[in-house]
């Protein structure tokens, strides 16, 4: 017998079902689909159609919609600040030696400068900043053409680009965002801070910038503008990425780091935050391959304000100065010192006559604070004194052997060039004598006036045990160890005894003084246990 399709609806215990979808399940969908602007309908329990935006449910749904902010674009914001950038153009003749070769990977830096080592550390294959590409070049002299970026601050064609984008420059010329060309003078550079001031002539109306009071917070959308690979007038977007960096390029690193992609040419062109306003002056990129990788480096718009002030009043920028030779406090270095903490500036060595010396200060000194203020770390002492007038009073506050001291001074100005220090104790020596060895350290020493040219004073590294924790911290044959632990040494014995009071005070580590290359420098080196 065939069976047949029994009719349900005949039935009487039979309920019409209710939709796959609930009226409320269908509301919800609809008020997201009205979130996004398009008209929806869905269906009554009766069947019939129903006008879901009428319903209560809906109405609820879209006035939260409406209470959440929109994203937006940065189109205003744009239009508002892209005036004030301009693209910076540089021809710098270059004299070669004859016997030189015209070799496009020179760069215009002087061999061995900071921005020399930084570009061809982070720069492009060619070893070029952004922005700077080789010209046309032949035996006996040739030319550089540099492509960069910068911005007006003023009306009166005042404007800010980098150092490195017009140094040496024998012509500038800008083109601003309406096309118009123009030429400019260098009022002046500051190579410390990668940044100068160009004067535009032939107007007195320029559209400009304002230089942000406030700190960038880590997170901030940013706009780079400016003119990658000379294209002009290009903006790109991204966030701050990170504050505070140290690219090695010298004492007064304080970068932003930024993630909107830069490219060459953009060197000198600002960085905007969402106000309007200049948080940075991009300056270099890191950057295997030449192009952008989404990490960046601007100056921050408080630095810009303080050099271009002094550029535009003197040419120039004089900066504070104590005289000491600082380095970091490490973790070990802390505990040497019976310090709570790894901060502050260790003062390697005071300068003879410097402001420092004259006030009291020693080798050995930790400085913590700077007229009230506290010192995290030894780039912090550098900024923080090279951003005070020479000749202006200052009060230091010092830990000297344990004891918290205050110290005031006078600041000195900060030479344009640093005085090469004559390396005395690196000359020929001569078979360094076996030395005495210091186990517990993984060194072998000799008295200093035993070694021919190592001076009178110390002990004379004469080897180093290549898995010991010295060697991880850097020593090498030949440097000299002038203290243990605060204590002058003259032979291993004195050594030794210094080692056993750094360990019957408890100390996990013991503070060296080395002298090394002409330079001092504290070292931690940890104690072995038994």
């Known amino acids: 017998m065939t069976e047949r399709p029994i009719d349900l609806s005949s039935l009487p215990s039979y309920r019409q079902p209710r939709s796959l979808l609930s009226f409320r399940k269908l509301a919800l969908m609809a008020s997201v689909v009205a979130g996004l602007g398009v008209a929806a309908y869905g269906f009554s329990p009766s069947g019939g159609p129903a006008d879901l935006f009428t319903t209560p449910a809906h109405a609820q749904v879209n006035n939260e919609v409406r209470k959440v902010q929109q994203p937006v674009g940065f189109a205003d914001i744009v239009e508002r600040v892209k005036p004030s950038v301009i693209s910076v153009k540089v021809n710098i003749t270059q004299k070669l030696a004859k016997d030189d070769s015209a070799d496009d990977n020179d760069t215009p830096f002087q061999p061995g400068s900071p921005m020399e080592r930084f570009f061809r550390r982070f720069g492009g294959p060619d070893g070029l900043p952004p922005g700077l590409r080789g010209g046309p070049r032949g035996r006996g002299g040739g030319a550089i053409t540099g492509q960069g970026s910068g911005f007006f601050i003023s009306p009166d064609g005042y404007a800010v680009t980098n150092n490195h984008v017009v140094d040496g420059a024998d012509k500038v010329e800008v083109t601003a965002d309406d096309g118009k060309t123009y030429s400019a003078k260098v009022i002046g550079t500051d190579a410390r801070t990668d940044l100068a001031l160009i004067k535009v002539e032939g107007g007195s109306n320029f559209p400009f910038a304002k230089l942000s009071d406030s700190k960038p917070r880590i997170g901030d959308w940013v706009l780079a503008v400016g003119n990658p690979f000379g294209l002009g007038g290009t903006v790109t977007a991204g966030i701050v990425s990170a504050s505070g960096r140290d690219i090695g390029n010298g004492p007064y690193d ?195 006036n035993s070694v021919a040219g190592a001076g009178k004073d110390g002990v004379v590294v004469t080897e180093v045990d290549p898995k010991s924790a010295a060697a991880e911290r850097g020593f090498k044959e030949g440097d000299v160890i002038l203290e243990v632990g605060g204590k002058t040494v003259a032979s291993a014995n004195d050594v030794r005894d210094a080692l056993s009071a750094a360990k019957n005070d408890n100390k996990n580590s013991v503070l060296m003084r080395v002298k090394s290359g002409g330079q001092s420098r504290f070292v931690a080196l940890p104690l072995a246990k038994g």
């Open 254 to 448: 304080d970068f932003i780091q930024i993630d909107a992609p830069v490219n060459k040419g953009n060197s000198g062109g600002p960085a905007f935050n969402t106000e309007g306003e200049v948080i940075g002056v991009n300056t270099a990129i890191y950057s295997p391959s030449g192009g952008s990788v989404g990490i960046a480096f601007s100056i921050p718009a408080a630095t810009v304000k303080n050099i271009v002030a002094q550029l535009k009043d003197k040419g120039s920028v004089s900066r504070g100065w104590i005289g000491v030779q600082i380095q970091p406090v490490t973790p070990d270095i802390a505990d040497s010192l019976g310090m709570k903490k790894a901060e502050g500036a260790l003062v390697a060595e005071p300068q003879a006559n410097g402001p420092a010396a004259k006030a009291g200060v020693e080798s050995g000194d930790v400085i913590t604070a700077v007229n009230g203020e506290p010192v995290k770390d030894a780039r912090e002492l550098a900024r923080t004194i090279g951003g005070i007038a020479p000749g202006s009073a200052v009060k230091l506050n010092v830990l000297h052997k344990g004891q918290d001291k205050v110290l005031n001074l006078t600041l000195g100005t900060l030479p344009n060039t640093v005085e090469a220090k004559a390396d005395n104790d690196n000359g020929d020596r001569g078979s360094l004598n076996r030395g005495t060895d210091v186990p517990k350290l993984g060194l072998t020493v000799a008295p200093a």
